[in-house]
């Protein structure tokens, strides 16, 4: 949850009006600039082979370049000049001594670092390992991450990953290879060509000339794209009407190796002084958090944390119960450790003064959820009921508490020293949108300030049968929180994770024809990823409680105690059953396989990327799979169980494959977010890949496995959210009354 406004407006006004005026004159003076000043450092590095005149040269070759560099990134994004020609010419020729092919560049930056920041798995420019993916790694890997994320390795890190990975080495998707060939050509016919030069002009020296004025000066530029703890380049300008001079100086902090924060001390002469502070922190399951401070204002962001002003930081993880940490780093610090019984702890929300919380037990023991609204400490002495609610509750400054009950938001005067509510409930918003699962209904506060969704209780997904072009065929059993169907090998059932209110996952199987449901688990654990055994008779899924994790297996529900054994990992996912009783799990961002006579897992799939959702075909001698080595994810095929032959399947960015089951078609969801169809064919013992054909647009509900399938590629069984596609409005109001219905201000 948000209290301070988000968006770009409270950032433009602040921008002097003459910073969106283009001037070609300007953007013309600043390329010469920098083509001037490292032609000078060009010229020097050929004239001189004295060390003491080599190091300053080198280190002004560097600096220039990234300048340079600079001024290419501007005109590749189209805002240095308003002419698009001239932008691209100019993007060319600056990008050239740090050896950028433009095209790559704007396709990895642009539309993939831009379009997708932060973004695990996605964005290659930010990409942190989580504790287990670091510690899946190989010896060598790991001394590798270590040098890469330490004070002196960011430009060996930028060098590889960025670099030679999506520059050097990426394969151009289909629609832009054409000018992505073009670019990468004229780099490499200007650092080929200016070795051919020099070693022309100079023989044998000509290749230490060109070391030094082509290799060195570009080994140099990364070591400037820094991720290592320093300061930033400071911002400076002046402007007469607004802020008078503004100078501001960034520091970023490479706390750990999950967590990074941007500090800023801005004085303006006319304002005074601003502080600020963006902290990243990667979570156990590969996702982040993004927070952004100004001043003193706390800010809470996704439902699961929040930072309290005396700078402690409580939030709640799966299975973990409470922990805080505080700001400036460090390591987290249990408040309330989960419980043996299944029950959450989440949304906590500050008291005033900082050392007190509130937050939301939900109790899973029973079949319906127990949630209580309690009082919390800092360390752990207060836990207490406040009171029985559905929902999170956050406290306003002006003594009320706010909640959501029966589709509407309610305030109730509250004292936050006695922990006690008085008066009654008063109704101030209604039509409020809420999700059972997790208890968050869905608004925030900033003092006077309400905002809300308007909307109902979040109706979940449902299963839906569709044909090869699109055509809905169906429904299958009733609404609910339905995730991974799995189809029997004979396509007469489905197996599904299906959720109930309590947000815990049980595993269900459905007959197709007649759409009756049985659920095949019903302990207090979470299970999910249901996958069938290869003759039909046995389900495999994922069981989990707190810490433990489980392999389980059944028949049926009626078929006594499952065969069960641990496995290690965070959430390990269970992605098929093969051929040989083969169960194939991922773990920490690579692909284990193992089988249930040895009950053990091996990786298969172990790389510094992040590989997931592999499937074996029928006769388990491949598996398709997805991985994000190009940047973003695209589907592969491995031979298995030796893994020595691969080949990528999509062409444009793909995700969560399934077989057909004769093995000739594999389908995924492109880039484009449309089932996509893959032939699959040998020829002359080699395996060939036909085209990727789209089919028909789907919703992808969940970033993790399938939520698809099919057995004949002429139906395809999917999830999707009910009513998905609608947009619920947002309501803002201002000085807000939390004693009467407040009125709208959309």
């Not at 429904?475 to 309590?502: F, M, N, Q």
């Not at 284990?592 to 997931?612: I, M």
């Amino acid at each position: 949850m948000i209290e301070t406004p988000t968006g770009l407006k409270p950032v433009l006004d602040v921008i002097p009006e003459h910073c969106y005026e283009r001037s070609t004159a300007r953007g013309l003076m600043l390329f010469a600039r920098d083509v001037v000043i490292f032609g000078l450092a060009v010229w020097g590095l050929l004239s001189t082979d004295n060390p003491l005149l080599l190091v300053p040269l080198w280190a002004l070759a560097g600096i220039s370049t990234a300048g340079l560099f600079v001024i290419g990134h501007d005109a590749a994004h189209d805002a240095l000049f308003d002419s698009k020609r001239l932008n691209a010419v100019v993007a060319r020729l600056s990008m050239l001594p740090s050896l950028h092919a433009v095209e790559v560049w704007v396709f990895g930056h642009n539309r993939v670092h831009h379009g997708h920041t932060l973004k695990q798995g996605l964005d290659f420019v930010w990409h942190p390992l989580t504790v287990e993916q670091y510690q899946g790694l190989g010896r060598l890997a790991k001394l590798r991450h270590k040098f890469e994320w330490g004070p002196f390795g960011a430009g060996a890190y930028y060098l590889r990953e960025v670099w030679w990975n999506k520059m050097v080495r990426f394969s151009p998707p289909s629609r832009w290879a054409k000018q992505m060939r073009r670019d990468q050509a004229i780099v490499a016919l200007y650092a080929i060509g200016a070795l051919v030069a020099l070693v022309a002009l100079d023989g044998f020296d000509g290749i230490w000339q060109w070391a030094k004025v082509v290799v060195i000066p570009f080994l140099l530029f990364p070591v400037k794209t820094t991720r290592q703890t320093g300061f930033l380049l400071p911002y400076l300008s002046y402007s007469r009407d607004k802020l008078g001079a503004d100078v501001e100086v960034p520091f970023y902090w490479a706390a750990a190796k999950n967590v990074d924060a941007t500090l800023y001390t801005r004085f303006m002469s006319q304002r005074g002084v601003q502080e600020g502070l963006e902290a990243r922190y990667v979570t156990a399951g590969g996702s982040f958090t993004l927070s952004r401070v100004l001043g003193t204002v706390p800010v809470e962001e996704d439902g699961s944390a929040a930072w309290g002003p005396n700078g402690e930081i409580v939030f709640s993880e799966w299975g973990s119960g409470l922990k805080r940490v505080a700001a400036r780093g460090g390591a987290p610090v249990e408040v309330f450790p989960a419980e043996a019984t299944p029950v959450a702890l989440g949304w906590p929300t500050f008291l005033p003064g900082g050392t007190r919380f509130l937050f939301l037990r939900r109790d899973y023991a029973d079949s319906k959820p127990l949630r209580q609204l309690r009082a919390g400490s800092l360390d752990g002495s207060l836990d207490r009921e406040v009171l029985s609610l559905n929902s999170n509750a956050l406290y306003a400054p002006s003594g009320h508490l706010v909640w959501w009950q029966d589709g509407n938001l309610r305030a109730q005067r509250f004292d936050p020293e006695r922990l006690a509510a008085s008066g009654e409930p008063r109704v101030i918003a209604a039509g409020v949108e809420f999700d059972p699962t997790t208890g968050l209904a869905a608004f925030s506060l900033s003092g006077t300030t309400l905002v809300y969704s308007e909307g109902g209780v979040r109706l979940g997904t449902e299963l839906v049968r569709v044909s090869r072009s699109g055509e809905e065929l169906g429904p299958i059993g009733p609404p609910g929180d339905y995730y991974r169907p799995r189809l029997s090998p004979d396509g007469s059932r489905v197996a599904v994770d299906r959720s109930d209110e309590t947000n815990r996952g049980d595993i269900w199987v459905y007959e197709i024809e007649r759409g009756t449901g049985t659920r095949l688990s019903a302990g207090p654990e979470d299970e999910s990823n249901p996958q069938w055994s290869p003759d039909g008779s046995r389900i495999a899924f994922w069981s989990a409680l707190g810490e433990r994790n489980l392999i389980r297996v059944r028949a049926s529900a009626d078929a006594g105690p499952a065969e069960e054994f641990p496995i290690d990992g965070f959430r390990p996912r269970l992605s098929d059953w093969s051929a040989g009783d083969v169960l194939f799990v991922q773990r920490g961002g690579d692909i284990w396989a193992g089988t249930l006579a040895d009950r053990s897992f091996e990786p298969f799939v172990e790389t510094p990327f992040t590989e997931g959702g592999a499937v074996a075909s029928a006769d388990g001698r491949l598996v398709a799979y997805e991985s994000d080595e190009t940047g973003r994810r695209e589907v592969y095929v491995r031979t298995f169980p030796d893994s020595g032959k691969r080949w990528r399947v999509s062409t444009d960015g793909g995700r969560t494959p399934v077989w057909r089951r004769d093995g000739g078609e594999i389908y995924y969801v492109g880039g484009d977010e449309r089932i996509t169809a893959v032939t699959v064919r040998t020829s002359s013992g080699e395996l060939v890949f036909g085209r990727p054909l789209a089919l028909f647009p789907v919703e992808l509900i969940n970033s993790g496995l399938a939520q698809f399938d099919t057995l004949d590629g002429e139906t395809f069984l999917l999830s999707r959210t009910r009513g998905s596609g609608s947009r619920s409005p947002l309501t803002l109001v201002l000085n807000a009354s939390f004693e009467a219905r407040v009125p709208r201000q959309h």
